[in-house]
């Protein structure tokens, strides 16, 4: 159900507390035999699981009767809808190599692009229309030519469902890098089956705390870990662990 949160996310609704956040990552510590305690790490989740609470002290009418539609039409937990993330919406300059015999590329966004620690997420909600429409640059040897999002010669289709850009048979782009930018929305779902509010009576004003998103998405495994010990030498091994989800 793709339903935009930002409705009732919009300030001319009701006097907004600052959002909180959180990323969940997910650490499997297992401790290993003998005197030294040492320990070994095994990442289970290849990205962060996103949170987000909410909380209106002074929340309109017009912004209430927005939020339970949206509570209610998702049925609490079971749906899930569409999150723009004021402060993570926009993919910049990031690059997919492209092939030469390939017709469709996944759109991406990498976090903290050079650095060991970073991770890359596939992006399939992708914002339609808005003021940073998907661009593509493809560049050849350093040569760059921006490619219109139209079926046809050197051009793309956009599903902005799967985040996939393809292109038509016989015209895919030849071996170089896609420059892509878009902004995107994050899928979510209520953490809660029952919502409370509390009118202030006489007043046509509401109060909502607690209102808190979790982010749906596909998990990938991932086979990293790592090992500690208390004493002054340590040996380290790895092994590989995984955690699915399953999408609602």
């Known amino acids: 159900?793709?339903?935009?949160?930002?409705?009732?996310?919009?300030?001319?609704?009701?006097?907004?507390?600052?959002?909180?956040?959180?990323?969940?990552?997910?650490?499997?510590?297992?401790?290993?035999?003998?005197?030294?305690?040492?320990?070994?790490?095994?990442?289970?989740?290849?990205?962060?699981?996103?949170?987000?609470?909410?909380n209106w002290d002074a929340l309109k009418l017009a912004g209430r009767n927005k939020f339970l539609e949206i509570f209610n039409r998702a049925r609490g937990q079971y749906h899930t809808f569409l999150l723009l993330d004021r402060d993570d919406y926009l993919c910049s300059a990031e690059q997919i190599a492209t092939n030469g015999t390939s017709a469709t590329y996944q759109l991406v966004k990498t976090y903290y692009p050079g650095e060991t620690e970073s991770w890359i997420e596939t992006k399939k909600d992708i914002v339609p229309g808005t003021i940073y429409p998907p661009v593509v640059t493809h560049s050849v040897d350093g040569a760059q030519t921006e490619v219109a999002s139209s079926p046809g010669p050197?051009?793309?289709?956009?599903?902005?469902?799967?985040?996939?850009?393809?292109?038509?048979?016989?015209?895919?782009?030849?071996?170089?890098?896609?420059?892509?930018?878009?902004?995107?929305?994050?899928?979510?779902?209520?953490?809660?089956?029952?919502?409370?509010?509390?009118?202030?009576?006489?007043?046509?004003?509401?109060?909502?705390?607690?209102?808190?998103?979790?982010?749906d998405q596909e998990m990938s495994s991932s086979s990293s870990s790592s090992s500690s010990s208390s004493s002054s030498s340590s040996s380290s091994s790895s092994s590989s662990s995984s955690l699915s989800s399953s999408s609602s």
Do not use: C
């Open 1 to 54: 159900m793709n339903i935009d949160i930002r409705a009732f996310l919009n300030p001319q609704y009701s006097d907004m507390f600052p959002v909180e956040m959180a990323f969940q990552w997910d650490t499997e510590v297992v401790f290993l035999s003998g005197a030294s305690r040492r320990t070994q790490r095994n990442q289970i989740l290849a990205q962060p699981v996103r949170h987000w609470w909410f």
């Open 154 to 215: 050197n051009q793309y289709t956009l599903n902005d469902q799967t985040g996939i850009l393809t292109w038509s048979a016989g015209n895919e782009p030849s071996a170089g890098i896609l420059t892509v930018i878009y902004e995107f929305y994050f899928r979510v779902r209520f953490a809660f089956d029952m919502h409370t509010d509390t009118k202030f009576a006489p007043t046509p004003l509401w109060r909502a705390h607690g209102i808190h998103l979790i982010e």
